[in-house]
């Protein structure tokens, strides 16, 4: 009844598991697959990094822009939303937005409801930007989909 929880992170949120609890034991099958999944995913990224770098913009840039776009229900965000989506601390946002505003990408403004909080939009030159590194990216989703298709198939169910 008192067990402890560990608490890990996921894209699906967090997940809770008696810390006491041993995992199941993990097949050969199941290490190659991770291993090869992974694989597949740095290989996503590095063409992902390229194509920012190639639009000149470092990658952080690139998924701040695309944070920003994609954020459910609004055309702009907050420096703190963003930064949960980004993973990274608030100040460190705060230096990337000012980056991102000096290269003319995004624009700032106060909430007029709390003046404390400062709402983040792209400006028509970074919709340009996005809307040409998105297609590429979606080009090579599509591509790379069949065979992560696959590879999570080969994970063994519980």
Same mark, same amino acid.
């Given at each position: 009844?008192?067990?402890? =929880?560990?608490r890990?992170?996921?894209?699906?949120?967090?997940?809770?598991r /008696?810390?006491?609890?041993?995992?199941?034991?993990?097949?050969?099958a199941?290490?190659v697959? !991770?291993?090869e999944?992974?694989f597949a995913l740095?290989?996503f990224?590095?063409?992902s #990094?390229?194509a920012? #770098?190639?639009a000149g913009?470092? /990658? #952080?840039q690139?998924?701040?822009?695309l944070?920003?776009?994609?954020?459910?229900?609004?055309? $702009?965000v907050t420096?703190?939303?963003l930064? $949960?989506?980004?993973?990274?601390?608030?100040?460190? @946002? =705060?230096?990337? @937005?000012? +980056?991102?505003?000096r290269?003319?990408? =995004?624009?700032? +403004?106060?909430?007029? $409801?709390? #003046?404390?909080? @400062?709402? =983040?939009?792209?400006?028509t030159?970074a919709?340009? !930007?996005?809307?040409?590194l998105s297609?590429?990216?979606?080009?090579?989703?599509h591509? !790379?989909?069949?065979?992560?298709?696959?590879l999570l198939?080969?994970?063994?169910?519980?």
């Amino acid at each position: 009844m008192g067990d402890k =929880v560990k608490r890990t992170k996921s894209l699906a949120g967090p997940t809770a598991r /008696p810390a006491s609890t041993t995992p199941r034991p993990i097949a050969k099958a199941d290490y190659v697959a !991770l291993a090869e999944f992974r694989f597949a995913l740095r290989k996503f990224l590095d063409f992902s #990094q390229g194509a920012a #770098q190639k639009a000149g913009l470092t /990658p #952080q840039q690139h998924q701040a822009l695309l944070a920003i776009k994609g954020f459910a229900g609004a055309d $702009e965000v907050t420096v703190s939303e963003l930064a $949960e989506r980004l993973i990274l601390r608030h100040h460190s @946002v =705060v230096e990337l @937005v000012d +980056r991102l505003a000096r290269l003319g990408l =995004v624009r700032r +403004r106060s909430d007029s $409801e709390d #003046q404390r909080r @400062v709402l =983040v939009s792209l400006t028509t030159k970074a919709e340009r !930007l996005l809307n040409g590194l998105s297609a590429t990216h979606l080009e090579e989703i599509h591509r !790379l989909g069949p065979y992560l298709a696959s590879l999570l198939s080969r994970f063994g169910k519980e």
